[in-house]
């Protein structure tokens, strides 16, 4: 589950994460608007480090979703 974030970091991460995942070209499209808004007022480096986290973060959802999947099939 996805928590609210509590720094620009942490919600870049989100960013980036939803506008991979988002149902809609224009919902992607405004996640990327936002993590635009959000990597003009950080560093190279933190931005990397977001773009980092927000892998993990699906990776994250996605093995979450696995164990959904797989435990609604039995």
Do not use: C, W
Not at 6 to 20: G, K, N, R, V, Y
Request: charged share 25%; glycine share 2%.
């Amino acid at each position: 589950m996805i928590k609210e974030p509590t720094s620009i970091d942490e919600a870049l991460a989100q960013a980036l994460a939803l506008a991979i995942t988002a149902p809609t070209e224009e919902k992607s499209n405004a996640a990327i608007e936002l993590a635009d808004t959000f990597a003009a007022h950080m560093t190279h480096e933190r931005v990397e480090a977001a773009r980092v986290e927000s892998l993990l973060l699906l990776e994250s959802l996605t093995s979450e979703f696995g164990k959904y999947y797989n435990s609604t099939r039995r």
